[in-house]
């Protein structure tokens, strides 16, 4: 009986042992590391983008300019 338990546990264990190795060798190939590649840049976009927004709020600056205002002029503030 115990003779089947560990051989059990060693069946199990290799199964899984083999699905992560499969798993990190498919994500090691070419396009495994642009895919990563690309999920990082589009979280700094997205993340760069709400910052962004948080500062433009904290500085009181206006999202959209009036054409008579440049890019960069700040808004009045209240």
């Known amino acids: 009986m115990r ?4 051989v059990a546990l060693g069946a199990v264990a290799g199964v899984v042992i083999a699905g992560r ?3 990190a060798a ?3 190939t070419p396009t495994g590391v642009a895919r ?3 999920d990082l840049v589009a979280s700094v976009r997205r993340d ?3 910052r962004e927004r948080e500062l433009r709020q ?3 600056m206006d999202e959209s300019p009036s054409p008579e205002e440049g890019p960069g002029t700040v808004a009045a503030r209240g």
């Open 48 to 50: 760069m983008a709400a």
């Open 3 to 6: 003779r089947l338990f560990w």
């Open 36 to 38: 990563t590649a690309v």
């Open 26 to 28: 498919r994500e090691c």
């Open 58 to 60: 904290e500085f009181g």
């Open 21 to 23: 190795i499969t798993r």
